[in-house]
């Protein structure tokens, strides 16, 4: 099992910038690709920014490339996310996932473990 404490949600204005931060624990050694997702109210959670925890392969949704950068430290089994020029749509629930397994990297029904979601508001 690997638990998932995600942390760094806030309010912040249009331009602005958030580092976003989850810290796992347990069988952490078993973790494969850790992956952020986000969703607002009455969508499908979408599919962020993921990293592989073995050779720090990357993958980015459109909407977000070029302005969030993923990254680990796993000494201390830590992903961050780190969002610049945010904007009112990037408002949402940020959740925190994991896998054992070879996944795509950004389909959230591949992954397994789920932290409870850091919200991030963006006002204009």
């Known amino acids: 099992q690997v638990q998932l404490v995600e942390s760094g949600g806030d309010s912040v204005q249009a331009g602005g910038s958030l580092r976003l931060s989850c810290a796992a624990s347990?069988?952490?050694?078993?973790?494969?690709?850790m992956g952020w997702f986000r969703q607002v109210p009455g969508k499908e959670r979408e599919g962020v920014a993921s990293?592989?925890?073995?050779?720090?392969?990357?993958y980015y949704s459109d909407p977000v490339k070029g302005r969030f950068t993923i990254s680990q430290d796993n000494a201390k089994n830590m992903v961050y996310l780190q969002m610049n020029s945010l904007k009112p749509e990037d408002t949402a629930m940020y959740y925190c996932?994991?896998?054992?397994?070879?996944?795509?990297?950004?389909?959230?029904?591949?992954?397994?473990?789920w932290g409870q979601g850091t919200q991030v508001t963006v006002s204009s």
């Open positions: 990293i592989g925890t073995i050779y720090s392969t990357t």
């Open positions: 347990g069988n952490t050694g078993s973790i494969r690709r």
């Open positions: 996932a994991a896998s054992a397994a070879t996944v795509s990297p950004l389909r959230f029904t591949d992954y397994r473990y």
